[in-house]
């Protein structure tokens, strides 16, 4: 019995390895696509806007979008979701006049509402808020302030702000001044 388990053992073993690499690399190929299906929609992960008033909350992913309407308090298209946020606000998506016929599932901002899009590598978001401007390097911070109303931890900057506004960098804990996110603020709005 030993000169038998000696001879086969090896050989037995010599082929289990190689179908298992072998299917492990057959299952790490990318699937072909269905013929005739959408090709799958950008990310637009890397920015991420809101205005928040006393009774809304409008969420962009537009950059030019938002500013318009800072500026004017007008988007091309404003789109209802027929939900509140945890201060009873109506959420009201800003978005492009091309994107305002899309599913939900095919926007970035509701997706970030929804939590079903990875942020991208780096972020940059902001809320606005009360005269105040939020900027957060961190999208999990991002949803703190959205979900409790203010950053955990942040650095404040009086009248850093285009018109002079508190400008409020979300931080980690233990993070010093943000020079990298400050710089990138002042880089969108110069004075």
Known sequence: MLFTKSRYIKPVAIALLAAA?????????????????APDVALN???????RTQTE????????VFTQFVQTGKAPALKPLDKKDNFGRAIILGLK?????LALKDIAAARFLDVSLVPGNPFYGEIRKDGIIYVFARY???MDMYKTG????SYTEIGGGPKGERVVYGLMKEEKKPEKQIALFHQKYPH
């Open 97 to 101: 006049a091309e994107d305002q016929n």
């Open 140 to 142: 999990g911070d991002m």
């Open 150 to 153: 203010e950053p955990t931890f």
């Open 57 to 64: 909350v409008y969420v962009f992913d537009d950059y030019a």
């Open 45 to 51: 992960n890397t920015d991420w806007y809101q205005v």
């Open 21 to 37: 690499v072998s299917a492990c690399a057959s299952t790490a190929q990318t699937p072909a696509k269905p013929a005739g299906k």
